[in-house]
C-alpha cells in the first residue's frame, strides 16, 4: 500500500466542539470538552478511559467532580448540537426517531434498575431481566453509504412498564422543542399511542409509525346530507382484514429496503385510539428472497398526503436506531457506565451521545481531511466510511491530545477563587496534571 499523508486534527471537529462547549459557563468548558473528546476517542463507558485517552490538564478528581457536582446544564449542549445537525443535515423536514433499548445490570442499585420484559428474545438469555431502559431522541442524516441516526438526547426510564416509557418520550421530545425544525416522528408499535402522537402533532410534528394489524379503523363517513339534524358521523364502515383484502394492491420497489419489492394497500381512515385524527393507513408486504410474501405490516401516517411508498420509505429510516444502540452498548459501553447517581449518569451518557454524534456527523461529511487519516485495508472498498472507522483513525492518530487547547479563547475573565468557592470549578485536591 502507498504511505498516507499526514493529516491534522479535523477543524471541522474542532469548531464542532468549541460551538458545543461554548453553550455552558466557562469554568466549565475545558474540562467539558476534555470529556467529549475523551469519551469520542475512548471506549468501553468508563470516565477513566477516557480522559487516560487523552493527555489530562487536571487530576482524575476533577473529571469524577464534574459530573457529580458541575454547574453546566446539559439542554444548553442539546440546543447546540441540534444547531449543528440542522445545519449540517439542511433538511426541511428530517426524521426523528424515539426508541429504547435495555442495558442487563447486576445490581439493583443502579438508577433505574428493575426487573423488566426483555423483547429481544436473544438466545440464552432469560425473559425478564435486572436492568436499565434508555430512551434516545436522534435524528437521520445521510451518508455516502446508508442513512444513520445521530443521538440528541437519552434519558433513563424511572419506572417500570409501558407508560414510563411513553412519558419520557414526550419529556425527550419537549426538551427538544422546536430546535431541529419541523419532523417526522417514526415510532414502532410501543410508542404509537394517542398522547404521544398528538403532542407531536401540537408542535408541528408528522408521526409515521406501525401499529398492530387489528387495531379498530373506520373509513370517512359519507358526506352529510343537507338539512339533516344532529352531529355529523365520525367514523364510517369498520375496515377489518377482510375489507382491508378487498383494496386495490400495488408493488413498488422500496430503496430503503435494499430495493425489495412490496405489495401495498392504502385508505385514508380514522383509528379508533387517535378519537378522530385522519391518518393514512397503508399495509405492506415486503417480498422474501426465495419468493412469496413477508408478513403484513400495518403503518399508520398522520400526513394524508403521503403516498403509500413514501410512508414505507420514510418508516424504513426508523431501523438506523438499532445500528446506533449496538455501537453505543459495544463499543462506547453504555451498559457499563458506573455511575451510582441519575445526574451523573445522565450528564455522563450525554456527553459520550455528543462524541457519539460528531463520528456521524463527520462520516456524513467525508470531508478529505477525515478521510486522509484512514488507511484501509485490503478487503475493504476505499469508498467505504463508517463512524467506527473514523473513531479508530482519531483514536490512532491523535492518542494523546491536549483536548482542551480546542476551546477557543474568551476576553472574559474568571477569578481561581470564585471557581473554588461557588463549585464551578474542581475541587482543590485535583492539581494541575
Not at 112 to 131: E, I, M, Q, S
Not at 161 to 171: D, F, P, Q, V
Request: charged content about 20%; overall charge positive.
Amino acid at each position: 500500500m502507498e504511505p498516507q499523508p499526514e493529516a491534522d486534527f479535523p477543524a471541522t471537529l474542532c469548531r464542532w466542539v468549541g460551538e458545543i462547549v461554548l453553550s455552558i459557563p466557562q469554568p466549565a468548558r475545558r474540562t467539558v470538552a476534555e470529556l467529549i473528546m475523551g469519551g469520542l476517542l475512548a471506549g468501553g463507558g468508563h470516565v477513566t478511559q477516557a480522559f487516560l485517552a487523552l493527555t489530562p490538564r487536571l487530576g482524575w478528581q476533577a473529571y469524577y467532580w464534574m459530573l457529580e457536582r458541575g454547574r453546566f446544564r446539559l439542554l444548553g449542549l442539546v440546543a447546540a448540537l441540534c444547531g449543528i445537525v440542522r445545519r449540517e443535515a439542511g433538511m426541511k423536514r428530517g426524521f426523528a426517531v424515539i426508541d429504547d433499548t435495555l442495558a442487563p445490570r447486576a445490581s439493583a442499585k443502579a438508577p433505574g434498575a428493575a426487573v423488566r420484559f426483555d423483547h429481544a428474545h436473544k438466545t440464552n438469555r432469560p425473559a425478564f431481566l435486572l436492568c436499565q431502559s434508555f430512551v434516545t431522541l436522534g435524528t437521520v442524516v445521510t451518508c455516502r453509504d446508508q442513512p444513520r441516526c445521530v443521538p440528541i438526547i437519552p434519558g433513563v426510564c424511572r419506572g417500570i412498564g409501558n407508560a414510563g416509557k411513553i412519558a419520557l418520550a414526550k419529556t425527550l421530545l419537549r426538551a427538544v422543542g422546536d430546535r431541529l425544525g419541523p419532523l417526522c416522528l417514526l415510532l414502532d408499535a410501543w410508542y404509537m399511542r394517542a398522547s404521544l402522537i398528538r403532542m407531536a402533532m401540537q408542535r408541528g410534528h408528522d408521526v409515521i409509525g406501525q401499529v398492530r394489524r387489528d387495531t379498530a379503523l373506520f373509513g370517512l363517513p359519507p358526506p352529510r346530507a343537507p338539512g339533516r339534524r344532529g352531529r355529523p358521523r365520525l367514523y364510517g364502515a369498520r375496515i377489518d382484514a377482510a375489507a382491508a383484502a378487498l383494496l386495490p394492491a400495488s408493488t413498488h420497489r422500496i430503496d430503503g429496503y435494499g430495493g425489495r419489492a412490496a405489495r401495498l394497500r392504502h385508505v385514508l381512515c380514522r383509528p379508533r385510539f387517535l378519537h378522530g385524527i385522519v391518518v393514512h393507513a397503508v399495509w405492506c408486504e415486503l417480498a422474501k428472497r426465495h419468493g412469496g410474501w413477508a408478513k403484513q405490516r400495518l403503518l399508520l401516517s398522520t400526513d394524508p398526503n403521503l403516498s403509500a411508498s413514501a410512508v414505507v420509505e420514510a418508516y424504513a429510516n426508523r431501523w438506523t436506531v438499532e445500528p446506533l444502540f449496538a455501537a453505543l452498548k459495544l463499543t462506547d459501553g453504555m451498559g457499563a457506565m458506573w455511575q451510582r447517581g441519575r445526574t451523573a449518569l445522565l450528564r455522563w451518557l450525554h456527553l459520550v451521545q455528543i462524541g457519539r454524534a460528531l463520528l456521524i456527523l463527520l462520516t456524513a461529511r467525508a470531508e478529505p481531511q477525515v478521510l486522509a487519516l484512514l488507511r484501509v485495508g485490503g478487503w475493504r472498498k476505499a469508498t467505504t466510511l463508517t463512524p467506527g472507522l473514523v473513531k479508530d483513525a482519531l483514536a490512532r492518530r491523535f492518542g494523546d491530545i491536549e483536548a482542551f487547547r480546542l476551546v477557543p479563547t474568551t476576553q472574559k475573565k474568571t477569578s481561581p477563587a470564585h471557581g473554588t468557592a461557588h463549585g464551578t470549578g474542581p475541587p482543590r485536591s485535583a492539581a494541575a496534571a
